[in-house]
């Protein structure tokens, strides 16, 4: 009984393989489709595969549009903030592990509860202050920004993994001589690599993407990042969809670069625990 | 030279109602092997982590050559320990687990090496320094922890349960390895374990604890031959001691103890102790290896024979265990007899009782009685 049920169900986690494959990858494959075609072709045609490719297109986007000061906004924007969150976060996950202080329960609630309020409730007096701080339209107020959303999630990741590093080795640091911040330096964060890269990495990429908070702090056009720059392919009365399509997949083409190489790294840091 | 001194150590966690531990003096002398024993939960590897300075002294003080160390961090101790999960650094090879130490301790590079790879040979572990500790056995693993504290050349060792996680084949070796490096090394040690068979073989003296508190202290052979109390004898041996109810009786004729439906005459030394037990219950404790199927000729005068059935024999290869019944009490007891052995289940036999080797406990409080034969 139990045997005969094993095709139907293996049938059954196929079909919804192939169906999360088409409803996630499909668009993807479509826009990588109108990325390499012109836009009359595609008002055409919209669902044509491109017979004749248009490379071109991607020096087009790449030289017309001030993509290169886009991109280089954006991976001075988002590198910078990984690494600051990334390192804070790691600190904070094992300063709130290992050292139970009074109030501790307080601030992981306080850190947490910043998960949970979407940013459209935030926009208006994030605006307002750094306005008054005279960080608005500045890249190093994006920055601050951006270190400030991811933090919660960061911290969350990293204390359930720091969670799992046994007490013993921390306490075998403190005999073998060391202080506080040389055993966070030299045991929580080597051990926690995985769990550290992949939080990097997930920041990264949902940074790469973040459109609202940019779109709203940053009106100089020399600050834009590159999903602002994508935006500028829309005219006031017109789309020039080709266009689009291609400087969105030269935006993606990083994350889908760090994504190929380290997806398995990323799964495995996002499930494993601690090595004993 | 060091040697460490705890005077009335108590520790109390947040939330306990009890203390961990309570009120624990002992001292250790220099170069000394002493093992701290007893069941989990009583207080053991607390008292070890307040010596290490991982955990903060409740009261009492801690002294390390006389020199109160209540207030010194952990990392200025001079202290190294052996953790039962070894606690290996995972990140690093086996020649930085040993090097680590040194390092903060500004060791010059060609000194660190020397140390490292002597240390490496002693426990023969050379071929293994590149590797990371996920690369070796249990065993390798154990020798790299203690590599870590021998390396450091510390004043005192020590060791929190470090053969548990070792298969039997491992924990014999390891035993004995440990107590030759610390006979060649010579440095004060304190060990903890649960398992009697460690403290009975490895340390100069045993500290028995229960419920936080210091049941007994000394050499091993004394305390398995002189237990305290019903725990300490219960404790250690393995099977535990056999519990039986006796009656002082004191007449013209002198003091006589009556168990098993036998009566020993005691001798006049024992009167003014028992004389308050007169008439009353007493635990008798009786060893299963002091109980004789056949009776050995050298004993013969101090023997009584009392009659049993055989309820169970188990033979364990090197010798055999016979649970019993006394018919006359209904008590059930357990003799350790050769492995020759002709009864089986069911039969009725008697067996002989070495007289001159029981213990006797007070019924209400369970501390030892003295006893002696006439």
Request: proline share 6%; glycine share 8%.
């Amino acid at each position: 009984m139990g045997n005969a049920l094993i095709p139907v169900k293996k049938t059954l986690l196929l079909l919804l393989v192939v169906v999360c494959s088409i409803t996630t990858g499909g668009p993807f494959l479509w826009v990588a489709a109108l990325s390499l075609r012109t836009t009359p072709e595609i008002l055409d045609h919209p669902y044509r595969f491109p017979l004749h490719p248009h490379f071109e297109k991607f020096v087009s986007a790449w030289t017309h549009s001030n993509y290169g000061l886009y991109f280089w906004n954006s991976t001075l924007v988002v590198v910078t903030a990984v690494v600051i969150v990334t390192l804070l976060g790691a600190m904070a996950a094992h300063g709130l592990v290992r050292y139970p202080f009074r109030g501790n329960r307080g601030v992981r609630f306080l850190i947490l509860s910043g998960m949970m309020l979407p940013p459209q409730m935030l926009i208006l007096s994030l605006f307002q202050i750094m306005f008054n701080m005279g960080l608005y339209n500045t890249l190093g107020g994006l920055v601050l920004v951006y270190v400030a959303t991811q933090l919660p999630m960061t911290i969350y990741i990293l204390e359930s993994f720091f969670a799992h590093i046994p007490q013993d080795l921390f306490d075998a640091a403190k005999l073998d001589g060391y202080a506080d911040f040389e055993i966070f330096w030299r045991i929580a964060l080597p051990i926690g690599t995985p769990a550290v890269f992949t939080t990097g990495l997930l920041n990264f990429i949902m940074l790469w993407n973040e459109f609202l908070y940019a779109v709203v702090l940053l009106t100089d056009n020399s600050k834009r990042t590159l999903p602002l720059g994508i935006m500028f392919f829309m005219g006031g009365h017109q789309i020039d969809v080709g266009m689009v399509a291609t400087g969105l997949i030269i935006a993606i083409l990083p994350v889908l670069l760090l994504y190929t190489c380290f997806s398995e790294t990323m799964i495995k840091g996002m499930t494993a625990g601690a090595v004993r | 030279m060091a040697v460490v001194k705890a005077d009335r150590l108590c520790k109390e966690y947040k939330g306990h109602a009890d203390l961990a531990v309570k009120d624990v003096s002992f001292t250790v002398a220099d170069g000394e092997f002493m093992v701290l024993l007893g069941p989990s939960g009583c207080g053991k590897t607390s008292i070890l982590r307040m010596i290490a300075g991982l955990e903060p002294i409740t009261s009492g003080d801690l002294l390390l050559n006389g020199k109160r160390i209540n207030d010194v961090p952990a990392k200025d101790r001079d202290i190294a320990m052996v953790f039962q999960s070894y606690a290996l650094y995972p990140h690093m090879d086996v020649y930085s687990n040993l090097a680590f130490g040194l390092r903060r301790r500004g060791f010059p590079p060609a000194e660190i090496d020397r140390r490292v790879t002597a240390t490496a040979a002693k426990l023969a572990m050379v071929p293994y320094l590149k590797r990371k500790p996920m690369a070796l056995s249990g065993g390798q693993r154990q020798r790299v922890a203690l590599g870590r504290a021998i390396v450091r050349e510390p004043q005192v060792f020590l060791f929190d349960e470090p053969l548990s996680n070792l298969d039997a084949a491992a924990r014999f070796t390891t035993r004995n390895e440990l107590i030759k490096q610390q006979k060649e090394l010579g440095t004060t040690t304190i060990y903890v374990t649960h398992d009697q068979v460690e403290a009975m073989t490895m340390g100069h003296r045993i500290c028995i604890l229960n419920h936080g508190e210091l049941v007994q202290i000394g050499r091993p052979l004394e305390v398995y031959q002189s237990p305290a109390d019903t725990f300490v004898a219960r404790f250690l041996g393995n099977p535990q001691m056999n519990m039986l109810k006796g009656t002082v009786a004191l007449n013209d004729g002198g003091a006589f103890l009556h168990v098993a439906g036998s009566s020993i005459e005691l001798a006049a030394q024992a009167l003014p102790e028992l004389r308050k037990y007169a008439g009353s219950a007493v635990i008798v404790g009786v060893r299963p290896e002091d109980l004789y199927e056949h009776e050995p000729a050298a004993l013969l005068e101090r023997l009584v024979r009392i009659p049993a059935r055989v309820i169970a024999v188990e033979p364990l290869g090197a010798e055999t265990l016979l649970m019993l019944a006394l018919p006359d009490s209904k008590e059930e007891i357990i003799a350790r007899v050769g492995r020759q052995t002709g009864v089986r289940s069911g039969d009725t036999t008697t067996v002989a009782l070495d007289t001159a080797a029981l213990h006797l406990f007070d019924p209400a409080t369970k501390v030892a009685i003295p006893y002696f034969r006439r």
